[in-house]
Nanobody, 122 residues
Framework: VQLQASGGGAVQAGGSLRLSCAAS????????MGWFRQAPGKEREFVAA????????CYADSVKGRFTISRDNAKNTVYLQMNSLKPEDTAVYYC????????????????WGQGTQVTVSS
């Protein structure tokens, strides 16, 4: 499966963005999806994940209550709604896909998108 992330940009603290990740292929609904991010000089970190049919989600503690992951399997797309953004959310955001259940462990994801930059200014 090929993944294309979009929707990044520059916003002020407190603002919102919605990231999208479009997937190719007919079997999108069989993949769990995750969002990860990587800030300069830091390791890639887990943000959120969702099960293949959307019934299960999990979030990093740092984004819980502010970010929402969702998916539309008819459109082969997963979303990350980001509200109340903080400067520490600044990073390149990546979407990823894996067979089986969702997880926060990035090395278990088999497919990765190219990343989209999110910059939050104070």
């Amino acid at each position: 499966v090929q993944l294309q992330a979009s929707g990044g940009g520059a916003v002020q603290a407190g603002g919102s963005l919605r990231l999208s990740c479009a997937a190719s292929g007919r079997t999108f609904s069989s993949y769990a999806m995750g969002w990860f991010r990587q800030a300069p000089g830091k390791e890639r970190e887990f943000v959120a994940a969702i099960s293949s049919l959307g019934g299960g989600t999990c979030y990093a503690d740092s984004v819980k209550g502010r970010f929402t992951i969702s998916r539309d399997n008819a459109k082969n797309t997963v979303y990350l709604q980001m509200n109340s953004l903080k400067p520490e959310d600044t990073a390149v955001y990546y979407c990823a896909a894996k067979t089986g259940g969702y997880t926060s462990i990035h090395r278990l994801y088999q497919y990765w998108g190219q990343g989209t930059q999110v910059t939050v200014s104070s």
